[in-house]
């Protein structure tokens, strides 16, 4: 029983790890925009709003986690379509469209039910993690 209970505590430690490394880049975009440093020569805005739709597009995976739910697939490849077409357009399109993506998401992800399986705490980091994540969108759009 005890075994349950270490194994659970393990993955929750893993998500959250995870989740808050995988904050850096978007963290490190925004700093550079906003102190007008490029990254390994690249522009700021292009490194965070491609990383921002990569992100993007792998957490609506998640809504595939509801297999039982053919709406959940197709909203999950809306969002993938939609963070790819962020890719195409200028910064000052894409980063209001993926922070809005992230929310959105995350509205879906309670409203399909997907938090009632995970381990406590998991629907807090989500929420934590998303709200960093759109805070960093707002802070590098006001840097445009």
Same mark, same amino acid.
């Given at each position: 029983m005890k075994t349950k209970g270490v194994k659970a505590? !393990?993955? #929750? =430690?893993?998500?959250?790890? %995870?989740? &808050? @490394?995988?904050?850096?880049p978007f963290i490190a975009a925004a700093w550079a925009a906003t102190t007008n440093t490029s990254l390994l020569s690249l522009s700021p805005y292009q /490194?965070? /709003?491609a990383y921002s739709a990569c992100i993007l $597009?792998?957490?609506a995976g998640t809504l595939w986690l509801k297999q039982t739910a053919q709406i959940a697939t197709i909203i999950s490849n809306l969002f993938t379509l939609v963070a790819f077409a962020c890719l195409l %357009?200028?910064?000052?399109?894409?980063?209001?469209?993926?922070? $809005?993506?992230? /929310? +959105? %998401? @995350?509205? $879906?992800e309670f409203k399909?039910? %997907?938090?009632t399986d995970k381990p406590l705490g &998991?629907? +807090? @980091?989500? #929420? /934590? @993690?998303t709200s960093i994540v759109v805070l960093c969108?707002? +802070? =590098?759009? $006001? !840097?445009?």
């Open positions: 505590m !393990a993955n #929750i =430690i893993n998500w959250r790890t %995870l989740g &808050y @490394l995988g904050l850096i /490194v965070f /709003v $597009s792998f957490l %357009l200028p910064a000052q399109l894409a980063l209001p469209v993926l922070a $809005s993506g992230f /929310v +959105l %998401l @995350l509205a $879906s399909m039910g %997907l938090f &998991y629907q +807090l @980091l989500r #929420i /934590v @993690l969108h707002i +802070l =590098i759009f $006001s !840097a445009l």
